[in-house]
């Protein structure tokens, strides 16, 4: 209406928008002087998107998947064949080996390289205590003059210790290698096994996260490997794996032969550790059943002590945790916690250990795995064992460093 005035605050709110939109018209026009002024000045390219890539690695990692397919095979009439058949062509199994696959191929790679860092010079002010201790053991490992001029003395030397003696040699390490039933504890030959050559015989111990309250650590127990690789190889009677028990009696003979055994002797004794393994395979559980929720059997020590009292169970503990490594367990006591993976392979273990104990005394010594690791023997004796040095050398140095 003619003569009315527009209120004050009216007039306020339009000045205020006119001035907000002048401070973004005039922002705009600078954003945009700024953003030209760059681009003019090659500040800024644009590139139009590359639809593949070709660097060096792309073209690396393509030919490798390309060199293990099959192209000429219908990935819908035979996928195995379209995706495996590459590979099973350009990567023969090799002759000392049962099997073959990326993981191994990998492994093998990944040797290559390391036995290249090892070879290099000590540089002691670029390589770290620990680089230059992997280099020493690896050198000392590959003089293969001085391993072959101390012949079969570092292994005598150790089976002259208590918790190894060997029954099968008889004398032929001197009267102070002889074994003795009164003196022999499994319990010691055990941890003495696990704590200073890192081999678990019989039974597996180790500290791991617990399954259910993942933030906490816990014992574990299972079921330890036996020598020859797999379950089967034991309780199959397929040609090959008959073959794989005739060359891993023939291996024990021999070793305990070479170490001054009579023939006769080492032959009937490694046919019993020979019949033990398979009986202990027989109580092994199978990888199928293994699984989570029948393995999570949480007891104190004390509980598996009742359940299993052929062995002392927290004696052996102490004796094989390293405390250094886990300080919380240095006053361990019957309270702690453990879970135990496999009680009943436990349970028939130490069956079959007292049954083989009445029948003779000095079985578990007579064990080829009680007295000494077989994989490890072969740094201790000349070169009769070994076909691949410098690979043996190289699992020394990574086997007990699971990231290498």
Known sequence: MEGETVPASRRAASKATRIALGVFVAGTVALGTILFWVISQGLIKFHPKQQY??????????AAVLSKINQSVD????FYRFACDGWIYNNPIPEDMSNYGVYPWLRHNVDLKLKALLE???SKRQDSEAVQKAKILYASCMNENKIEKADVKPLLSILRHSPFRWPVLESNIGPEGLWSERRFSL?????TLRG???????????VAADDKVSNRYILKLDQASLSLSSREDYLENTTEAKSYRDTFLQFMVDTAVLL?????RAESDMKSVLKLEVKIAEIMIPYENRT???MYNKMNISELSAMIPQFDWLGYIKKVIDTKLYPELKDIGPSENVIVRVPQYFKDLFRILENERKKSPHFCLNSFRGVFPCGQQESLVSGTFISSKQFYCLLQIHSPLSLV
């Open 260 to 264: 001054g055994a009579n023939a006769s």
């Open 292 to 294: 989570s929720e029948v």
């Open 75 to 78: 990935p819908c009439d035979n």
């Open 53 to 62: 890539c070709l660097t060096a690695e792309c073209i690396e990692a393509a």
């Open 120 to 122: 290099k010079p000590i």
């Open 187 to 191: 319990v010691q030959t055990l941890a």
């Open 196 to 206: 200073q050559y890192s081999n678990s015989v019989f039974i597996r111990l180790y």
